[in-house]
Each structure stands twice: as structure tokens, then as C-alpha cells.
């Protein structure tokens, strides 16, 4: 389906992701007081990057799209629209698992925090204002409430400078990050942008085979949420006495990247079922792949 | 015909308020609805005078943004039946001053439901500003504004879809959520007096002239949207 040079980028991603995730658990330095829980910050935080550059796409496509009403636009606004929600739910769920150890809390209700949980619910309302509405509209109707949503980007980005907030603050590129952490998080960022921009790509030849369907009948193909933070419910059965201790911070982190590659992972299986029923569709409609 | 955009828009509030001054079933169900919001909080929380200071801001918001909900679903759904709808999309008229028509008519209305409100919250809850109370209008009128711009614009939205009224708390709720914030700070650091309210109200007209602006410039796509 996709060109040779989707799998050649696809292998450097793979080595990327791992590369950066090696930096992350053994190259980069212990943090003093939180040790290894510490390390959750190598994922938490590409992952909003990520999130943030495909929301952007999102806006811009969607500008797109009202100007010029191409498919192209649409489809391209849907993919990133997805997979920014995944991303973001996992900066999300990340995030609760770091500040379970850190904070001694799941959630605070600081500008941060709450900002960013508005912009993930409205990426979500985006998604099920697409799955529910009359098919001629719905792409119009969508392009529209994605600007709307657009609007509160550079909130959730100015949150942490303008408020005082428990998030804590922008660190990159200045004196509070060390040296090292700070390469491994920069190859991280790299990887997981890539890796976001790989899913968009093959979410948006989905979207594109779909469009096509489409218009061979009119039939809702129902897409659901993505399935997530059920890694958290492994969180519950832990006690706050044992909260300072090494082996604990070391199970933080690999609850994080656990729960963490669960979202990612479960996601692509689930872009995989849909492609296979997508696939059968097609071939009983007599689609030709190209 | 030469009409501007104004006398349009000023058309459809005379319209729509005419409308509901013979019915009266906006109005009517809003402020039921807003009174057993105030009266179920009030036994749910049973709170005392100090802590009604502090919790007012919040119930008082909850209580508006959930009546204003009922009052923009009706707004559009009216329209729908014998087809005015599509009567105003072919009409000549521009789409902006049906939208500010009605947004301004949904203006009109929640602050009724506001005024009426208000000595009742001030009376269950035993309400005292400690805070420089003037400000009250201000936020009062900007925080109203915020709920009925998104709130007309989403509410036709919504009306395109399949599930209509179902549609509206789930779009307009998550990208009002930083007004109603705002909203509910600054109440209740008016109530209490402990900070200023003034970032708040700042925060909330930049809102407002920024969702008026996006809400304008995109209505006619979404009435037409095919």
C-alpha cells in the first residue's frame, strides 16, 4: 500500500525509538530525588511536543479545507486530529503516573493541568462531532470547530508562564536541565515527533481509502475512541509508606513506559483491525489499490 | 431591498423576543430549571455563610450555563420547523446578521434569567460582596456574552448533526470551560475580596472578542455547510 520510502522511514523511526529509549533508561543520569520515576519525563513530554505539532497540522489543514474544500485537506486534518488525541492521552496518562511519585497525587487542578485536559477534551469532541454528523456536513462542520479548538493552544502552552502553577516550568535550554538529561530528551523528542508524524501518514492513506469507499456508498464506517489509561487501575493497590524507597521509584517507571507503550501500541492494533475490515470492504466494492 | 447588517440583526432580536414574550417557554423553563438548580445545591451543600462566599461563584455559573444550554437549543430548533432554516439560507440577507441577531436575542434573554436570579442567590445563600461589587456587572455581562456566542454558534452547529440536542453540551462545554473559569474566579474573588478580579475580566473580554470573531467569520460556512 505504502511507498519504499514509508518503510525505509519506518526502520530509522523503529532504531530511533529504540535509541532514544535506550538513552532514556540507561544513558541518562538518576535524578537525585526522584531516581528512576524521574525518567517517565523522557516520554511525558515528546509526546505533548508530538501532540502539539499535530494539533498545529490540524488547524492547518482544516484552514485548508474551508478555503478550498479538498479531500486532500480533510483527510489530512482527521489523521492528525487522531493521533494527536493518542498522543495527548498519553501525555495525559504519563503525566498522573509521575505526579503520583513526585506529588503524592494523581491530578492537581493547576492551570497546567487543567488547560491541557480542556484541549484534549476538545480534540475528543472533534472526533465524536465527526462520527456523528450528517455525512454531507460533516467535514465543513469539523473544519470549523477545529479552529475553534486551535484557539486554546497557545493557552495550554502559555499556561505554566503566566500562572503559577505546580506543572513545573519550561526547562529546556536553560540552567534547571542538565546537560546530559537534556540530549537524551532531545533525541526522544525527535524519535516521538517522527513516530507521530509515521502514525499520521499511515492514518491518513486510511482516511484517503475511506473518502474513496465513501464514495463507492454512503456507509458510516464507525471509528471508536482509542481505549485508554486503563494502565492506571495498576496504580491503585500501591501504599504511600512505601513512596520514597528505590525500588518503588523503579516501579513508577515502568508503570509509566508500560502504560505508555500500551496506549501506542493499542492504538496501532487498532488502525490495523480497521485497515483489514477496510481492506475486505474495498475488495467487495472492487476498489483497485494503488 | 437595502438593508444593513445592523437593522437585520436588530429584525431578528425583535423577532425572536416577540416570539418568546407570546410563548414564553424559553424563558419559563429556563428559570424553573435555574430555581431547582439553586435549591437542590442549596440542600445538597447546606453551606454556611462563609462558605457560601466561597462556593457562590461556582454555583451560580453552574446554575446560568446549564439554563443558557436549554435556551440555545430552542433558539435554533424553532427555526427548523416548516423549513425556516432553509428559508434563511436562500434568503439574500448575510448569515452574520441572522447569527448576531440571535445571539444578541439570547443575550437579552439569559440576563433576564440573570436579573431574576440574582436576589434569589443572594437571598438562599445569604450572599454579602465583600470584594468591590461593582465588578459584578462587568463579569456578569462579558461572562454572558462568552456562554451565548459559543453557545448560538455551537448550537447551530449541532442542529447539523444527527443527534441534535445531544450534540450541543459536548461542543460547547470543553471551549467554554476557560470562560467559565474565569467567570467563576472572578465571582468569587469579588465575594471574598481576597484577590483582585481585575485579570479575570481582562481574561474573558480578549475571549470574548476573540470567539466573536472566529464565531462571525465561520457562521455562514456552517449554515450552508452541505
Given at each position: 500500500m505504502k511507498s519504499p520510502f514509508f518503510y525505509l522511514l519506518l526502520v530509522v523511526n523503529v532504531v530511533l525509538l529504540g535509541w532514544g529509549t535506550y538513552q532514556a533508561l540507561v544513558v541518562a543520569p538518576p535524578e537525585i530525588t526522584m531516581g528512576d520515576a524521574q525518567r517517565i519525563f523522557y516520554y511525558h513530554v515528546p509526546a505533548a511536543t508530538a501532540a502539539s505539532i499535530l494539533f498545529g497540522i490540524n488547524f492547518l489543514a482544516s484552514v485548508w479545507y474551508l478555503v478550498s474544500r479538498n479531500a486532500v485537506a480533510d483527510a489530512l486534518a482527521v489523521a492528525c486530529a487522531e493521533v494527536g488525541v493518542v498522543f495527548f492521552g498519553v501525555v495525559l496518562v504519563s503525566g498522573p503516573i509521575w505526579a503520583r511519585y513526585?506529588?503524592?497525587?494523581?491530578?492537581?487542578?493547576?492551570a497546567r493541568l487543567t488547560t491541557s485536559l480542556i484541549l484534549w477534551l476538545l480534540y475528543v469532541s472533534y472526533l465524536v462531532l465527526r462520527n456523528s454528523?450528517?455525512?454531507?456536513s460533516t467535514s465543513v462542520l469539523a473544519a470549523s470547530l477545529a479552529v475553534f479548538a486551535a484557539m486554546d493552544m497557545p493557552i495550554v502552552y502559555m499556561a505554566n508562564r503566566w500562572f503559577p502553577t505546580q506543572h513545573p516550568q519550561p526547562m529546556i535550554g536553560?540552567?534547571?536541565?542538565d546537560h546530559n538529561m537534556q540530549t537524551v530528551l532531545l533525541w526522544n523528542m525527535a524519535a516521538f515527533c517522527m513516530f507521530g508524524v509515521m502514525i499520521s501518514w499511515f492514518r491518513y492513506g486510511i482516511e484517503r481509502t475511506k473518502q474513496k469507499i465513501d464514495q463507492l456508498h454512503i456507509q458510516k464506517a464507525t471509528a471508536g475512541s482509542p481505549a485508554m489509561a486503563?494502565?492506571?487501575?495498576?496504580?491503585?493497590?500501591?501504599?504511600?509508606?512505601?513512596?520514597?524507597?528505590k525500588a518503588v521509584q523503579h516501579q513508577y517507571m515502568v508503570i509509566g513506559y508500560v502504560a505508555v507503550w500500551t496506549i501506542y501500541i493499542g492504538y496501532l492494533l487498532f488502525l490495523l483491525v480497521k485497515l483489514q475490515k477496510m481492506k475486505r470492504e474495498a475488495a467487495s466494492l472492487g476498489l483497485k489499490e494503488n | 431591498m437595502n438593508l444593513s447588517v445592523t437593522k437585520l440583526a436588530a429584525l431578528n432580536v425583535r423577532k425572536d423576543l416577540r416570539l418568546e414574550w407570546r410563548s414564553r417557554d424559553v424563558l419559563n423553563s429556563m428559570l424553573f430549571f435555574a430555581l431547582l438548580v439553586v435549591v437542590i445545591f442549596s440542600f445538597a451543600f447546606a453551606p454556611t455563610r462563609e462558605e457560601s462566599r466561597r462556593l457562590s461563584g461556582g454555583l451560580i455559573w453552574t446554575a446560568f450555563l446549564f439554563s443558557t444550554t436549554m435556551a440555545l437549543n430552542q433558539s435554533w430548533a424553532r427555526e427548523l420547523r416548516n423549513g425556516v432554516l432553509d428559508a434563511y439560507r436562500v434568503?439574500?440577507?448575510?448569515a452574520e446578521s441572522l447569527f448576531l441577531g440571535k445571539c444578541l436575542g439570547n443575550f437579552l434573554l439569559v440576563l433576564i434569567l440573570e436579573c431574576l436570579m440574582a436576589p434569589l442567590f443572594v437571598l438562599f445563600y445569604n450572599l454579602t460582596a465583600?470584594?468591590?461589587?461593582?465588578q459584578l456587572i462587568v463579569i456578569c455581562l462579558l461572562g454572558t456574552w462568552a456562554l451565548v456566542v459559543n453557545g448560538t454558534f455551537f448550537a447551530a452547529m449541532s442542529?447539523?448533526?444527527?443527534n441534535r440536542e445531544l450534540m450541543l453540551p459536548l461542543l460547547l462545554l470543553p471551549v467554554s470551560i476557560p470562560a467559565v473559569t474565569a467567570m467563576v474566579t472572578a465571582t468569587s474573588n469579588v465575594f471574598?475580596?481576597?484577590?483582585?478580579a481585575l485579570v479575570q475580566i481582562k481574561f474573558l473580554a480578549v475571549f470574548c472578542v476573540v470567539y466573536t470573531t472566529i464565531s462571525v467569520l465561520l457562521f455562514d460556512t456552517v449554515l450552508n455547510a452541505e
Open positions: 513526585a506529588w503524592g497525587t494523581f491530578w492537581v487542578w493547576d454528523s450528517e455525512s454531507g536553560t540552567p534547571n536541565l486503563l494502565p492506571a487501575l495498576l496504580l491503585f493497590q500501591m501504599d504511600d509508606k512505601l513512596l520514597r524507597e | 434568503a439574500p440577507a448575510p465583600v470584594g468591590a461589587y461593582w442542529i447539523r448533526t444527527r471574598t475580596g481576597d484577590s483582585s
